[in-house]
């Protein structure tokens, strides 16, 4: 199983009083995930002050784990341009960096920022045609807006995180990008449509992830998220599509490896 999407960077997995150089709590969490059944881990940015969190742990666990670049919409401020600029000079620092992201629209906390968030999101689809890599996109309340931009950028690999739409918001999707889904914990709330839209979108199109901290999955609804809770999501993708849970990690691992250009194992 492969994690597609997991912030376990953040402060939230540090021991309580420990200063902000120990990164014990969080190579506790991975190594907790790779115990699961977790053999990978991609660490998406989010803004400037991510980057070095997400160095950190990759430097101390450069198996488990790859990291990626870009500023989240929410984060977009009226300096973006600077901030994209300090934020991608990581590209020249000689690591490997598996995708751009996460990037997208949000339009769910401020509707009055989706002029900046549109030329923010085209700049670093830009960049990832240029460097030949994959974009994570996070679409909340904004599929229109989303579509808009990236209907410009059909030959950049894409996948949409944290998917919950209905089929026909993949049927839309997909009219504009041949792209990956990102399935979470949202698969196992009692609520949720997403797993009507697992037999549209197919097991060759969907990789798993845990957005931990958030959204942990049921039975840990509201609690701190982590990898290592993967394989519950992984299990009801498999009850949603009638397939064996060895079936869906198999097939999943294998999309997330062709997605993030990760090899073979
Ligand atoms: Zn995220």
């Not at 977009?76 to 901030?83: G, I, N, P, S």
């Not at 769910?108 to 974009?135: G, S």
């Not at 949720?192 to 097991?203: F, N």
Request: glycine letters at 6%; hydrophobic letters at 40%.
């Amino acid at each position: 199983m492969i994690d597609t999407h997991t912030h376990l960077y953040v402060d939230d997995y540090r021991p309580e009083g420990a200063p902000a150089t120990d990164f014990s709590g969080q190579c506790a969490a991975v190594d907790r995930a790779v115990a699961a059944g977790v053999e990978h881990m991609i660490l998406p940015g989010v803004d400037r002050e991510a980057v070095p969190m997400m160095l950190a742990l990759n430097d101390l666990r450069p198996q488990a784990t790859s990291v990626t670049l870009g500023l989240h919409p929410t984060e977009v401020e009226a300096d973006w341009q600077e901030e994209l600029d300090e934020i991608f000079s990581h590209f020249d620092s000689g690591r490997r960096i598996v995708a751009v992201g996460e990037v997208g629209m949000d339009l769910y906390w401020d509707k009055t920022t989706a002029d900046r968030q549109m030329q923010a999101f085209a700049r670093q689809l830009d960049e990832a045609r240029r460097r030949k890599l994959p974009v994570i996109i996070h679409s909340r309340e904004a599929l229109n807006e989303t579509l808009e931009v990236l209907s410009d950028y059909r030959d950049v690999q894409a996948v949409f995180h944290c998917f919950g739409g209905t089929p026909e918001d993949v049927e839309r999707i997909r009219a504009v990008s041949d792209c990956y889904f990102g399935i979470g914990g949202i698969v196992t709330f009692k609520n949720s449509h997403v797993d009507r839209s697992l037999p549209v979108i197919g097991i060759d199109r969907i990789v798993t992830e845990t957005d931990a901290p958030w959204l942990a999955p049921v039975p840990h609804r509201g609690k701190r998220n982590e990898s290592a809770l993967m394989p519950l999501v992984a299990d009801r993708i498999a009850d949603a599509l009638g397939l064996t849970l060895a079936d869906v990690d198999t097939r999943t691992t294998a999309n997330a490896r062709q997605l993030f250009n990760l090899g073979k194992k």
